[in-house]
């Protein structure tokens, strides 16, 4: 079978590929028919698990190419490139050394063969169905009394206890660099300036609802009267801002968004003012709070 042919084969059963550039290159890197004398390795043009009729080297020896393993690891990598999906991700799991399985790069095709196996599997109705009907299953015993999820969907409220093993918890694993520096770097990408006004135009929206406005208000307006509460936060903040780090990071955020012609804090303040509704609720929560610390002392 001819090189064209070969092409016309894989997009026919695998469709378009991800990466068009990715499967030229891995057409070219097969049909470079160059000798080496280094060790070779046997590789498989149409991958035998996609096209298991053809992994006969006997009967199909056009299928059959011998590459340096530095050349058959960069066959495997451009055909993942080409079609992220997982059947291609195993091979170049197994050949990749470690360090390289850390890389961006192999974490966003891991990223996108999750994605296509998700949606493959989506879109197989019945096989779905039955998935989701168990994990509905499974997720109702989580939430009875005695299951892990009770606590959280029972109403009740978490014990003293239970929130310091939650907070240990994350904050072990924020303590392991990798997972620190890959959740920050995720957290950098995923927030794009047009996802951030994405964010803002969608609570605008929720906020125009009459009915979401009054329940938001009817949760938060015992926790914000709560003066014990208040105060605490209050010392919570003093504390943040006591750590040298955490200071220099938001004046150096601050500094940024004004640069970017965002408003100083003064113009803000200077706009909320001018409202007499805001002004007079500002002005008696000062005075609530004022007495609640002549009491408090």
Not at 201 to 220: A, F, G, H, M, P
Not at 228 to 247: Q, V
């Amino acid at each position: 079978m001819e090189r064209d042919e070969i092409l016309s084969q894989i997009i026919f059963i695998l469709g378009d590929p991800y990466n068009t550039s990715a499967l030229e290159k891995y057409m070219d890197l097969c049909f470079d028919q160059h000798i080496s004398s280094e060790y070779t390795e046997q590789h498989h043009i149409l991958p035998r698990c996609i096209f298991p009729n053809y992994k006969n080297t006997k009967l199909f020896p056009w299928n059959i190419v011998n590459l340096s393993y530095a050349k058959h690891l960069e066959a495997h990598q451009y055909l993942a490139e080409s079609y992220p999906i997982r059947p291609l991700m195993r091979p170049l799991n197994f050949m990749l050394k470690r360090i390289d399985k850390q890389s961006e790069k192999y974490h966003n095709l891991l990223s996108e063969a999750a994605k296509t196996s998700w949606l493959k599997f989506k879109n197989d109705e019945k096989s779905f169905a039955i998935w989701r009907d168990k994990k509905s299953e499974l997720m109702k015993l989580r939430m009875q009394p005695g299951g892990d999820l009770y606590e959280f969907h029972s109403g009740n409220k978490l014990s003293e206890n239970r929130k310091k093993q939650i907070s240990q918890q994350f904050k072990s694993l924020w303590k392991n660099n990798e997972y620190r520096t890959r959740n920050i770097d995720n957290i950098k990408k995923s927030f794009t300036q047009e996802r951030r006004k994405q964010i803002s135009q969608n609570s605008k929206n929720r906020w125009l609802d009459e009915t979401y406005r009054i329940n938001v208000t009817n949760k938060l307006t015992p926790i914000n009267k709560d003066l014990a509460k208040r105060m605490d936060a209050g010392k919570k903040i003093k504390l943040m801002w006591e750590d040298p780090e955490f200071r220099n990071k938001q004046i150096l955020s601050r500094k940024n968004r004004y640069k970017q012609g965002g408003k100083t804090n003064s113009e803000k303040l200077k706009s909320l003012w001018s409202d007499p509704i805001w002004k007079e609720k500002m002005l008696k929560s000062r005075r609530e709070h004022h007495e609640a610390k002549k009491y408090s002392k």
